[in-house]
């Protein structure tokens, strides 16, 4: 006869492994992030930091570069509805860093670096006239200090060991395509969930979808502000015609 106490003591240690460490959600981890590369930056790169002047158009032709391939689609709509915006252009990994749609990622590869001077090219390359910058990421609990408790086995079912809490960020930059010139750099974080939950109550995935929705919300007011500032300062389209020449002055008779 079989004895189910073996797997009655492997329980804790298997609620353990499953619950007792919290992730960190941080897409595009093959790309390291760089405003410039410190190779190429020199003295002429600082004077033309400063020589640059701030040049938003009107109308607004928008390339942005996002981190995280899963928003993209929510990044769509907000950064469309911008005030000012007349078009938006994603600028897709593939030409930035080589990582493909379905890639299979190296831990150990070394990343591979973004420079706002590339995101710039791209950018005119589509003609666009400000480049936007968008990370995301977010951390869970995992387990709190009541986990010491699961050893004793029936304590997993009744004790609320789980710590369900989330932690999201997202942070944006608006640049000027043509000069490098910074607009604004805004950033927004959100944190939400239980720290003491047990096995039956709300997951960390129910939860993690709620801090980008106001993440993105706030994000998006955040960066229509930047944008509204800016357009304030740029001159009206001039749209006074020439004056109609006047009849021709008569002709004075000789005498």
């Known amino acids: 006869m079989s004895s189910s106490r073996p797997y009655f003591v492997a329980l804790p240690f298997a609620v353990a492994a499953l619950t007792g460490c919290g992730t960190t959600y941080q897409p595009a981890r093959s790309a390291a992030f760089e405003l410039d590369s410190s190779k190429q930056i020199d ?3 600082i004077r033309k930091a400063f020589d640059a002047k701030p040049q938003m158009p009107r109308e607004i032709r928008v390339a942005y570069y996002t981190f995280d391939p899963e928003i993209t689609k929510d990044l769509d709509v907000t ?16 030409m930035v860093n080589g990582q493909r749609r379905i890639d299979e990622q190296n831990a150990w590869a070394q990343p591979k670096e973004v420079t706002v001077k590339k995101l710039r090219l791209f950018a005119a390359r589509a003609h666009a006239d400000v480049l936007i910058v968008i990370d995301h990421g977010y951390k869970t609990g995992g387990a709190n200090a009541l986990a010491a408790l699961d050893v004793l086995i029936l304590p997993i ?3 609320p060991f789980l710590d369900n ?7 944006g930059y608006v640049i000027d395509v043509r000069n490098g010139y ?19 109550g709300r997951g960390v995935k129910g939860h993690a979808a709620e801090p980008w929705a106001a993440l993105r919300a706030a994000l998006g007011k955040d960066l229509s502000r930047v944008v509204s500032d800016e357009r304030t300062k740029a001159p009206p389209p001039s749209n ?4 109609a020449p006047g009849p021709p002055a008569p002709a004075s008779s000789a005498r």
């Open 182 to 200: 910074l607009y604004g750099h805004v950033t927004e974080d959100d944190k939400r969930g239980d720290a003491f939950t047990t096995i039956y």
């Open 165 to 171: 809490t989330v932690e999201g960020y997202a942070e």
């Open 43 to 45: 003295d002429d790169d």
């Open 240 to 243: 006074t015609a020439a004056p």
């Open 157 to 159: 079912f009744i004790l």
């Open 79 to 94: 950064l469309a509805q911008v005030p000012g915006v007349v078009s938006v252009y994603r600028i897709p990994p593939l």
